[in-house]
């Protein structure tokens, strides 16, 4: 028996026994199949899980995806971070909707046509979603292969990338692709992990190489980590009847598609004036600056987020433009129907207390 055909035979034994009862894997759907490995993407398991299920009750086919509206679905995936991910979905979505009948086609041509749908998350629902002989490489299946074949190379190289997908290209052939694929990825997940590989418990530890070189701590070395980019903005606190201001962003970006407060990017030394301008320029009418009402801080993977919130009174309706699609006028509670961040949902909540507590202390009596 070849190496590679010990491998495959091995690692779906092991699977058929030791494999995580997650929700999709009990489906064969491909749509809920798909939905799952867009979450999955920089995602840990035990977060995506209530966020499949909720998202999967309330658009359980292709077609009520299409359907709804983008801000309902970025509502949905609130704390799941690269909104990016579900824009692409809604997008696939409605070209599905209106060009492949509501249905995934079979294809993987096809299927990379689709938003979204790179080579990873191709082979991902090809293979486990339609039994096709396609690969795929993602950070688990990267660290088992770069020990088991002693791949070397950092995280990005190109010469790495390529000979790990030719590898997991020649181990997916064979029976039950999918599940081959999967099996790859849950043995990085559980066993072949990064700081604290379980080598003793793994079932192909005789075939590698990083072990029998004594380097399974040393391979793949670790992806270097930029430093994070610190981002400062101003918010703006319009208040009316009770209602707040909120825009819609354009659909790009880091927070593309998402409403918030209107908010502008400053300088790390900006004054009231910079402030000022920055806030004009966002809402595209004349406003006046009023008093801070406190800041939001918040820590993304490559980026720390300052929020600093500002009382401010626009002197016409804030007009449309390349920053933001729409403006709305909500009360704080139905925001929650709006797709936003968790960031600005937490500006939000932090400019209604303020909100509240001016509106208290004029209501006190003089004494």
């Known amino acids: 028996m070849s190496r590679t055909t010990d ?22 759907d491909p749509y809920a199949i798909w939905v799952s490995e867009v979450m999955l993407q920089q995602t840990q398991v035990a977060t995506v899980i209530p966020y499949w299920r909720r998202f999967m009750d309330r658009f359980p086919t292709i077609e009520s995806l299409a359907a709804a509206p983008l801000a309902e679905v970025l509502s949905l995936w609130r704390g799941l971070g690269y909104y990016a991910r579900a824009r692409n979905l809604h997008r696939a979505a409605k070209t599905l909707a209106a ?23 191709t082979g991902a629902v090809a293979s486990i979603a339609f039994d096709r002989e396609l690969p795929l490489v993602d950070g688990n299946v ?13 995280p990005g190289d190109r010469r790495r990338e390529r000979r790990l997908w030719s590898i997991a290209g020649k181990l997916v052939r064979g029976e039950r692709p999918g599940d081959f694929n999967q099996a790859l990825m849950e043995l990085g997940a559980v066993i072949c992990r990064s700081d ?30 930029p430093s994070r980019k610190h981002l400062k903005f101003a918010v703006a606190v319009c208040q009316q009847n009770g209602d707040v201001l909120l825009g ?56 720390e987020l300052e929020l600093d919130l500002y009382r401010v009174t626009a002197r016409s309706t804030p007009r449309p433009g390349t920053r933001y699609q729409e403006f709305r006028w909500v009360s704080p509670g ?3 129907r709006l797709g936003m961040s968790t960031a600005m949902q937490r500006a939000l909540d932090l400019a209604a207390r303020g909100l509240r507590d001016a509106a208290n202390t004029h209501a006190q009596p003089d004494r």
């Open 99 to 121: 060009n492949f009948g509501g249905k995934l086609p079979e294809d993987p041509e096809q299927l990379s046509t689709l938003p979204g749908f790179g080579r990873y998350t």
């Open 248 to 303: 819609m962003r354009e659909e790009k970006g880091l927070f593309g598609g998402l409403w918030e407060l209107p908010s502008a990017e400053l300088s790390a030394r900006a004054g009231p004036a910079q402030v000022l301008a920055a806030l004009r320029g966002a809402l595209g009418t004349s406003i006046r600056l009023g008093g801070a009402l406190g800041s939001v801080r918040r820590t993304l993977t490559h980026r």
């Open 196 to 225: 604290d590989p379980s080598c003793l418990l793994c079932p192909v530890r005789s075939h590698c190489a990083a072990l029998r070189a004594g380097r399974e701590h040393e391979l793949p070395p670790p992806r270097a980590r």
């Open 334 to 336: 139905d925001a929650d």
């Open 7 to 28: 491998v495959r035979a091995t690692l779906l034994a092991w699977f058929d026994g030791q494999k995580r009862d997650l929700p999709w894997r009990r489906t064969r």
């Open 142 to 154: 990267a660290r088992v292969l770069s020990r088991l074949f002693e791949v070397e190379g950092a």
